[in-house]
Nanobody
Framework: QVQLVESGGGLVQAGGSLRLSCAAS????????MGWYRQAPGKQRELVAT???????TYADSVKGRFTISRDNDKNTVYLQMNTLKPKDTGVYYC???????????WGQGTQVTVSS
């Protein structure tokens, strides 16, 4: 099991930047997959970015070139650097972890990101 705690959300103007952090309660070296989803009001949860233990990353088309996901195994933390933010990036951002591809998914409690125009 693992507990995940997100931080770093807030209110920012369009064009600004934020860095989200997801701190795990245990070593993430054995967690194969970690990443971020987001959910805008009235919409379904959307996959934003994923990072695998070997360092491979994937992104939603809507954030490619603007967001960067990274992981620090020594700090048991995953980050999401968000640049050139747009109002459509507004939502609650959730960190997740899968020990393996088909294993149980663990979620954080979410952190609110609001981008004003």
């Amino acid at each position: 099991q693992v507990q995940l705690v997100e931080s770093g959300g807030g209110l920012v103007q369009a064009g600004g930047s934020l860095r989200l952090s997801c701190a795990a309660s245990r070593s993430i070296r054995s967690i194969n997959i970690m990443g971020w989803y987001r959910q805008a009001p009235g919409k379904q949860r959307e996959l934003v970015a994923t990072i695998f233990n070997g360092g491979t990353t994937t992104y939603a088309d809507s954030v490619k070139g603007r967001f960067t996901i990274s992981r620090d195994n020594d700090k048991n933390t995953v980050y999401l650097q968000m640049n050139t933010l747009k109002p459509k990036d507004t939502g609650v951002y959730y960190c997740y972890a899968n020990f393996e591809i088909l294993s149980r998914r663990y979620w954080g409690q979410g952190t609110q990101v609001t981008v004003s125009s």
